[in-house]
């Protein structure tokens, strides 16, 4: 039902920022709870960010990069961001946007999400 495609991964030196972006298609993205995740090499999928779709969108950040990385979107473009700032080595991975259809509150695991896209390769090189 929805699409979503993500941009903006790439190579980047420890302490540099990037943009990911999430752009959806099929569904008003507006109507969903949104989520970025990432996986490391040899790791869980783990939730990195996530956005209500209630007015003014409350937001989650995990305490790893808290202060570092922030969530946002915007509903005409149908597009979910996610700004990194200050990136880690550690920050390297898959990034993955994540969506679902479940207001009222923000899922913090994988299995609050029904819709996943592709994925966008971070790297960051120390």
């Known amino acids: 039902q929805v699409q979503l495609v993500e941009s903006g991964g790439g190579l980047v030196q420890a302490g540099g920022s990037l943009r990911l972006s999430c752009l959806g298609s099929g569904r008003n993205l507006s109507d969903h709870v949104m989520g970025w995740f990432r996986q490391g090499r040899g790791r869980e999928r783990e939730f990195v960010a996530g956005i209500n779709n209630r007015n003014g969108g409350n937001t989650k950040h995990a305490d790893s990069v808290k202060g570092r990385f922030t969530i946002s979107r915007d509903n005409i473009k149908n597009t979910v961001y996610l700004q990194m700032n200050s990136l880690k080595a550690e920050d390297t991975a898959v990034y993955y946007c994540?969506?679902?259809?479940?207001?009222?509150?923000?899922?913090?695991?994988?299995?609050?999400?029904?819709?996943w896209g592709q994925g966008t390769q971070v790297t960051v090189s120390s």
């Open positions: 994540a969506a679902n259809a479940d207001w009222g509150h923000v899922p913090i695991t994988k299995y609050g999400y029904a819709y």
